[in-house]
């Protein structure tokens, strides 16, 4: 669906530090059709600087985007066809009622006219914005304004999603609504190409991601490969009926087992082998008399791989 | 453009029907007391010297102001606005051409001054009807008042797109003396031009006109003996194109049209584009809008009253034409980036390096040129005249201009905060204290050391002739030539800022993706 290539983009520090930003440093990505894509970094990685280049609103320094095979830079308004954009800002026409700001960007996406009353009735209610169909846009919420962002951005039905930090000044539970929101349209065959801050979010819901800093392209790819990429070690947690057998010693004596930690609510170690290899650990306490109540996997969240990658720590 | 949704949208939130309801009933409130007051005063309503005359007048001009600088400021507004509030890049994402969106602004952005004017047409047709004024001079009155005011609207859109964050004050303030230079400047040009004012405000003189200004077969610019009569008046609401009598109406009409044209190709070029890469027009369109603008120029120029004077008073105006294309060909910092990352740090072209002297000299001779050749066939045969001292006027002023336009992109390309607005400041100062510091040592007033101000001011342009030459041939000469040396010097300091540019900004490639 989205296609980058060797992309680029230079901008000038501010007057008094010398050198250049290279915002976007020769990235080069392809996000399959169907995804839910995260691009994650810091503040100024460049992640909102890539958006805008995908859809067209700042061209690169250098390089090539193609958007559903139709170049971004010759052919701006063909590639934005297959495009909706939500920006990190809240910003909507604060004069204009609900249905005549989804029905401006209806007749600005050249909806057959015919149709545009019906589509824009079925998007405001797809946002739950129903009741707030003639009501003015200065009075929604944060969160209403949000939905109607997004109603905006898929009134014209495309296949691609692009949002920036989508989820930035949500409450919980609007939050909540806005990643069911997602898993829907990505079920309905959207593809989604996401920011945010929020880790944890973005982990439960991506089906991939790229981790940017400083312009570069850390890792990228299926979420499970960047993980396992990253050197990820796996830690075990056992917890047993009884306290009788001394597991933490049994451990110990192991050829693969390392830093094995006890405590009241059970024993972790670390245990680089496979999952054969474990099953096969479990089974041998078990013989040696271990009264195993759970085995639990526990692996590094996206926050402290992010943190291990962005600290140089893995590399 | 009335399916246009930017139009749709503007209409819908400037006209909500309370407030074009409360608007309609004050103005009907307000030209009911006014009909009614009027009706009863005792002084006759007929004739040039009638109440119906004056009101219609004074109604038009009111609507100029409203339509004209007031439409202008919400043009000016109009971009600039949803660029603050971050709408742009939506409008800009959506499957609107540039020339929709352009027209959708355009029309739509004044909307609500549009109605208001409509909200007068009532006491207008009572003033005509009460000074028994012919409609044909009121349809007509509104024809200039509405092309006027779109060629407004139009350039304070082009003027809104180009505002950075900070200068807002300062682009309403731009409009608003543009517009009333506009209003002025004809009066100041009637000397060199058979060309009546092509502004808005215009309308209020058409409309209080009694008779269409004749114009017979006869050229009137032509004796009996086919010999020019440079010294014929000007006839009211006539203008004089290349010696052809002409009404002043279709000549506005057509010429505002063509203007707004030029304002739209700007606009469309631009307005869906990424704000750091705006050019204003390609090369060849300046170099077209050049070439149309001295056409112009040309075809209503009076050559009769002073000829020098005349062609002075042509190159002044092209100075000015000159520098604002030039300004708007300059190159910024990340175009000129793209420029070397797209051809490759060893492939980078001579006319890169040297821009944009090449595109300015090509365009400043062309219109210099034009300048040479409208002197040459058109002139007084009394006055006194020679080609040489002619065409080395036109080069010293386009080389004078190269050396500006030079120092400014070599600014442009310079770190810093806002560099153009910092060269621009520079080369003010620099006019300003060498300006001073000739006055203070009298070198204008002695013929004998005039030439040496050719070093720092465009002065050629009005003080050399003949007799100057003769006075001290060396001097202008190497003024003329130290120029060009200043120009060669200014792209070469141009070279080095570009090629420190080009230097590659990251050595480690990029990590490869994680599967």
Same mark, same amino acid.
């Given at each position: ?171 919980? *539970? ?47 790819? *299926? ?43 059970? #024993? !972790? ?33 996206? !926050? ?12 | ?5 930017e139009f749709i949208r503007n209409v819908r939130a400037q006209l909500r029907p309370g407030k074009a309801v409360t608007t309609l009933v004050i103005a009907a409130v307000l030209e009911f007391v006014a ?13 040039? #010297? ?31 606005? !949803?660029?603050?509030?971050n709408t742009f890049d939506y409008q800009r994402v959506t499957r609107l051409s540039p020339l929709e969106l352009a027209l959708g602004k355009l029309f739509g952005a004044p909307v609500y001054m549009y ?40 350039? &304070? ?61 006869? /050229? ?14 000007? &006839? ?29 190709? &700007?606009?469309?070029?631009?307005? *869906? ?35 020098? /004077? ?41 006319? /890169? ?151 590659? #900004? ?5 990590? !490869?993706?994680?599967?």
């Amino acid at each position: 669906m989205i296609e980058l290539k060797n992309v680029t983009k230079e901008y000038d520090l501010p007057p008094g530090q010398p050198g250049q930003l290279v915002a976007a440093d020769r990235l080069t990505l392809d996000v399959p059709d169907g995804e839910i894509f995260g691009l994650v970094g810091p503040n100024g990685a460049g992640k909102s600087t890539t958006l805008k280049m995908i859809c067209g609103l700042l061209l690169p320094t250098a390089g090539h985007i193609t958007v559903n095979g139709v170049d971004v830079e010759t052919k701006p308004e063909a590639a934005q066809q297959h495009i909706g954009y939500l920006a990190d800002f809240f910003s909507v026409y604060d004069e204009l009622k609900v249905w005549e700001y989804v029905d401006y960007f209806a007749r600005a996406y050249k909806l057959p006219a015919d149709k545009i009353p019906a589509r824009v009735r079925e998007v405001i209610g797809q946002m739950g914005l129903d009741t707030k169909y003639d009501a003015n846009v200065a009075g929604l919420s944060r969160g209403m304004k949000q939905r109607l962002g997004i109603a905006r951005a898929i009134v014209h039905d495309p296949p691609l999603l692009v949002l920036d930090e989508p989820a930035s000044g949500l409450d919980p *539970k609007a939050r909540l609504e806005l990643k069911d929101l997602l898993r829907a349209m990505n079920r309905a065959g959207k593809t989604i190409f996401i920011t945010s801050h929020v880790l944890p979010d973005l982990e439960e819901i991506c089906t991939s991601l790229a981790i940017l800093e400083k312009g570069k392209l850390l890792r990228h790819g *299926k979420i499970a490969d960047v993980m396992r990429s990253a050197g990820q070690t796996r830690r075990v947690h056992i917890r047993l009926a009884s306290p009788e057998f001394a597991l933490e010693s049994w451990l110990s004596t192991h050829p693969n087992v390392s830093e094995v930690l006890h405590g009241p609510a059970g #024993t !972790e170690f670390i245990f680089p082998g496979t999952d054969a290899d474990l099953a096969a650990l479990i089974r041998e306490a078990i013989l040696a008399g271990a009264a195993i109540y759970s085995v639990e996997e526990k692996t590094d969240s996206l !926050e402290e791989l992010f943190a291990r990658l962005s600290t140089g720590e893995v590399m | 453009m009335l399916t246009n949704p930017e139009f749709i949208r503007n209409v819908r939130a400037q006209l909500r029907p309370g407030k074009a309801v409360t608007t309609l009933v004050i103005a009907a409130v307000l030209e009911f007391v006014a009909g009614f007051g009027l009706l009863h005063i005792t002084a006759s309503a007929a004739g040039l #010297t009638g109440w119906g005359f004056a009101l219609l007048r004074g109604l038009f001009w009111i609507q100029a102001l409203i339509l004209a600088a007031g439409g202008g400021i919400a043009c000016v507004n109009a971009i600039y606005k !949803e660029k603050d509030q971050n709408t742009f890049d939506y409008q800009r994402v959506t499957r609107l051409s540039p020339l929709e969106l352009a027209l959708g602004k355009l029309f739509g952005a004044p909307v609500y001054m549009y109605f208001l004017c409509l909200c007068f047409t009532p006491l207008v047709i009572f003033a005509a009807v009460e000074g028994h004024q012919s409609f044909s001079f009121v349809l007509a009155a509104y024809a200039v008042l509405i092309v006027g005011s779109i060629l407004v609207h139009a350039f &304070a859109l082009l003027i809104s797109l180009l505002t950075v964050r900070g200068s807002h004050t300062t682009a309403i303030i731009s409009i608003l003396v543009a517009l009333w230079l506009f209003s002025n400047v004809f009066t100041i040009t009637s000397r060199y031009l058979y060309l009546g004012s092509l502004s808005p405000f215009y309308s209020s003189e058409i409309a209080v006109q009694t008779t269409w200004p004749s114009t017979s077969a006869e /050229d009137d610019f032509l004796t009996s003996q086919g010999r020019r009569n440079f010294d014929a008046p000007l &006839a009211p609401a006539t203008d004089r194109l290349f010696g052809h009598r002409l009404l002043h109406l279709p000549v506005l009409v057509i010429i505002d049209a063509l203007f707004i044209g030029w304002c739209l190709l &700007a606009l469309a070029r631009n307005i *869906k584009r990424d704000p750091n890469q705006y050019e204003l027009y390609s090369p060849l369109q300046t170099f077209g809008l050049a070439v149309f603008i001295n056409f112009v120029l040309l075809a209503f120029v009076n050559w009769h009253a002073n000829f020098i /004077d005349v062609q002075a008073a042509l190159l002044t105006i092209n100075i000015l034409v000159l520098s604002a294309l030039g300004l708007a060909q300059l190159r910024n910092r990340d175009r000129m980036r793209r420029i070397l990352r797209t051809q490759g740090q060893t492939a980078i072209s001579w006319i /890169d390096l040297t821009w944009p002297t090449p595109f300015l000299f090509v365009t400043s001779l062309a219109a210099c040129l034009m300048i040479f050749a409208g002197a040459t066939y058109t002139r007084n045969p009394l006055a006194e005249w020679s080609p040489a001292f002619a065409i080395f006027r036109l080069l010293f002023v386009i080389v004078w201009l190269l050396r500006d336009m030079q120092f400014l992109q070599w600014m442009m390309l310079r770190r810093g905060k806002r560099p153009l607005v910092m060269g621009v400041l520079y080369l003010s100062v620099f006019y300003a204290c060498a300006w001073i510091v000739l006055s203070s040592f009298g070198v204008f007033r002695d013929a004998d050391r005039m030439p040496f101000t050719a070093f720092f001011l465009p002065t050629p342009i009005y003080l050399l002739d003949h007799a100057a030459w003769v006075l001290r041939p060396a001097i202008w000469g190497s003024a003329f030539v130290a120029q060009w040396v200043l120009v060669a010097l200014l792209i070469y300091a141009q070279r080095g800022t570009i090629l420190e540019l080009a230097q590659p #900004t990251s050595a480690e490639p990029a990590l !490869e993706a994680a599967s």
